[in-house]
């Protein structure tokens, strides 16, 4: 009895207690002396347009370019990774990747752009008709996929020199997506003996034009190429047929283009330059880069020269007047 005594007791104490901390609380709300905890509304976030981005991207180019700048010149500090094999296609063409922490950005949804390398050997073409295409700039755009515009805006020295320097404006016209442009410096270097080699990087002296509305500037857009003899080239020559080629870009377009996707666009995409620069290279239209002497008589004999009181003069008239006393005669013989 005593104890169902005290339980009740107990119970009632702590009952009391509870209904009196419960009238506080009551009363302390109806002063205003609570605070009401309320609900944040965020405002909702606006999906930015490839117009916004290719404003914004305009301020990170050079920071992207100082980036591999720096990838460059890093001798002995973090080591660059290795490039991973991927595929091989069915004409040969071995394509290997390896990520790059300087593409890793909240548009890429923190996925880094991975660097594309492809190696390919082509036994018909030799390296001088290879690096013949790969040097006609002003002439992607009718050969090489997705190029819309490829037009070189300064030089300075000469391929014939061994080494030279161009800065070229380019036009992406990618599926999809809007275009993307750039502007490029390639530095050349040409060992006649061992073989060809470009690098390029994105463009820091403002060279290339403004930003334009409704395409979108690249942020990253770095590569080269290294043209040589192959191991069945037994000459070594540069001349004969037998070529190893190695190709390697690195881009970043911008937008809310995951890194995943951009890797996979590029890894089937890279192997279509290799094929059309081979297309090119043995259809012989780039012949006009570095013509050996054959080319150089060609290009004499194929000219046409405008001389006064005589009219022109057709060059490759020349080779049906075996002899000839003077130049008067020739233009005038040439110019009937």
Same mark, same amino acid.
């Not at 911008?254 to 995951?258: F, H, K, T």
């Given at each position: 009895?005593?104890?169902n005594?005290?339980?009740?007791?107990?119970?009632?104490?702590?009952?009391?207690?509870?209904q009196? @901390?419960?009238?506080?609380?009551?009363?302390?709300?109806d002063?205003?002396?609570?605070?009401?905890?309320k !609900?944040?509304?965020?405002? @909702?976030?606006?999906?930015?347009? /490839?117009?916004?981005?290719?404003t914004?991207?305009? /301020?990170?180019?050079e920071?992207? $370019?100082?980036?591999? &700048? %720096?990838?460059? $010149?890093? %001798?002995?500090?973090?080591?660059?990774?290795?490039?991973?094999?991927?595929? !091989?296609?069915? +004409?040969?063409?071995e394509?290997?990747?390896?990520?790059?922490?300087?593409?890793r950005?909240?548009d890429?949804? +923190?996925?880094p752009?991975?660097?594309?390398?492809?190696?390919?050997?082509?036994?018909?073409? &030799?390296?001088?008709?290879?690096?013949?295409? =790969?040097?006609?700039?002003?002439?992607?755009?009718?050969?090489?996929?997705?190029?819309? %515009?490829?037009?070189v805006?300064?030089?300075r020295?000469?391929?014939?020199?061994?080494a030279?320097?161009? *800065?070229?404006?380019?036009v992406? !016209?990618?599926?999809?997506?809007?275009n993307r442009? *750039?502007?490029?410096?390639?530095?050349?270097?040409?060992?006649?003996? #061992?073989?060809?080699?470009?690098?390029?990087?994105?463009?820091?002296e403002?060279?290339?034009?403004?930003?334009?509305?409704?395409?979108?500037?690249?942020?990253?857009?770095?590569?080269?190429?290294?043209?040589q003899?192959?191991? #069945?080239?037994?000459?070594?020559?540069?001349?004969a047929?037998? =070529?190893?080629?190695?190709y390697?870009?690195?881009t970043?377009p911008? $937008?809310?283009?995951?890194g995943?996707?951009?890797?996979?666009?590029?890894?089937? $995409?890279?192997?279509?330059?290799?094929?059309?620069?081979?297309?090119?290279?043995?259809?012989g239209?780039?012949?006009?880069?570095?013509? +050996?002497?054959?080319?150089?008589?060609k290009?004499?004999?194929?000219?046409?020269?405008h001389?006064?009181?005589?009219?022109?003069?057709?060059?490759?008239?020349l080779?049906?007047?075996?002899?000839?006393?003077?130049?008067a005669?020739?233009?005038? %013989? !040439?110019?009937?």
């Open positions: 009895m005593e104890s005594a005290t339980d009740d007791g107990a119970a009632a104490f702590w009952f009391q207690r509870r009196s @901390q419960s009238n506080k609380t009551l009363k302390k709300r002063e205003g002396k609570t605070s009401v905890t !609900t944040k509304i965020r405002p @909702q976030r606006r999906r930015r347009t /490839d117009d916004d981005i290719a914004s991207n305009v /301020d990170n180019v920071k992207r $370019s100082n980036n591999s &700048s %720096k990838r460059s $010149s890093n %001798k002995g500090g973090k080591k660059t990774r290795a490039f991973a094999k991927q595929t !091989t296609t069915k +004409d040969g063409i394509v290997w990747t390896r990520e790059n922490q300087n593409t950005n909240k890429s949804c +923190d996925n752009i991975k660097e594309i390398r492809a190696t390919v050997t082509y036994e018909d073409v &030799s390296p001088i008709n290879f690096w013949r295409a =790969v040097a006609d700039l002003d002439e992607y755009a009718q050969f090489v996929p997705y190029v819309g %515009k490829h037009k805006l300064k030089t020295g000469k391929l014939a020199d061994g030279a320097t161009f *800065y070229v404006y380019g992406v !016209t990618a599926p999809v997506v809007k442009d *750039y502007t490029i410096r390639i530095e050349t270097k040409n060992n006649r003996k #061992k073989g060809f080699e470009s690098r390029w990087t994105l463009d820091t403002n060279v290339g034009p403004k930003p334009k509305k409704g395409v979108v500037r690249l942020l990253a857009n770095d590569g080269g190429w290294t043209i003899p192959s191991k #069945k080239n037994r000459e070594g020559s540069l001349t047929n037998g =070529v190893t080629v190695t390697e870009i690195l970043d911008g $937008s809310n283009i995951p995943w996707l951009i890797d996979k666009v590029n890894r089937a $995409s890279v192997p279509d330059v290799l094929r059309a620069m081979r297309k090119r290279a043995l259809s239209e780039s012949s006009h880069i570095l013509p +050996d002497r054959e080319e150089k008589r290009l004499v004999m194929g000219g046409r020269f001389l006064p009181h005589f009219g022109f003069l057709d060059v490759g008239q080779r049906d007047h075996k002899r000839l006393d003077s130049f005669d020739v233009v005038y %013989k !040439t110019s009937k």
